[in-house]
């Protein structure tokens, strides 16, 4: 195709209103995050259509801010206003999105994820800059609780359903009593919700910040579960116990040396034990990615701001970045002596691997 080097007029104004778009979306999110914080979506989700007097009330939050607030979320789409009685509310779906923790599409998790990289704006431009490693432990704590909130709804409504019993035979064992290395945990999610479902097993977790780790083990505190362990251990130390099932979720990218890890927790395995790698969704190859996934733009950024400075904070920083793809990933396992390796399952927003031995 031949290169353009004069600006056309329409082809800049639907850039620029592509770009106000997205600029507008960002304050909206800021709205957003604030309205999470303070409660006041789950006080509209509560209260029903309701005047700014009566929700400012139930939320405990300044009356003016929060008409001015209203209004910038009526404008966006995110609440609704009814002109006649001046009320505003939450339709079932508004609720789903901004106000219920439990829905799947509950966003707020990421909303607070995206929100913490702004906070530490100054950081993310030296990493950039100079190129240095940021360890997972450099970010704001909206980093670590938004990447949890914003994967609970996948891993709730596909690990236990979805994805174990894609894996040859390790559901029977994970019923009948197996044991499990949950490793690079962050704060447990997929662990808890492993060892509710198997009591029968023995989870064993392991993520090497310490903060996560201690968070975690108040979660399982919470619901008493005697079969969950939680470790603060580097995923290159894991122990040589037998493990049936070593899983990796949404972490195996951010690892500095993912062939050596891999490698390692093959020798951890017991000799039919099951690898299984969770990773975000993604296609082979950066062009059909920029082209044809549309979750790719936030994905690399995530990738330029988290998960590459993260990988090139660990030794060998091979910075695989979150968007390798489905046969970079099986390639890296084979190079790391899997013998038997294949995609397990996909979902809307994760990649499954398996691999045995
Ligand atoms: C994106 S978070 C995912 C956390 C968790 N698996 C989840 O899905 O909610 C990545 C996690 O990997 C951990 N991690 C990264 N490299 C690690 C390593 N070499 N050893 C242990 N944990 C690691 C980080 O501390 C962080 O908790």
Known sequence: MEEQTTVNHDKLMTLFGSVFNDV???????????????GVYRAMDKLGPSSVASIAEEAKVDKRYLKEWLASNAARGYVHFNAESEEFSLTPEQAAVFARESEPTCIQGLIQGVVGQFVKEDVAIDVFKTGRGRPWGEHHECCFCGTERFFRPAY?????EEWIPALEGVEDKLKMGAKVA????????????????????TIHAFDFHGPSIEEAKKRAAEKGLANLEFFVSDAAEIPKNDYDLACIFDAWHDMGDPVGIASGIKDVLSSDGTFMVVEPMALDGMANNIANNPASGMMYGFGTLVCVPASKAQDVGLGLGPQAGPNKLMELLSEAGFGTINLAAETTNNLVLQARA
Do not use: F, R, W
Not at 24 to 38: F, K
Not at 156 to 160: G, M
Not at 182 to 201: H, Q, R, V
């Open 24 to 38: 507008a979306g960002s304050v909206a999110i800021m709205m957003s995050y604030i309205g999470d914080q303070t």
């Open 156 to 160: 709730a409504s596909h690990l236990l």
């Open 182 to 201: 949950d490793i690079g945990c962050g704060l447990g999610t997929s662990s808890i919700l492993m060892a509710e479902k198997y009591p029968n097993s």
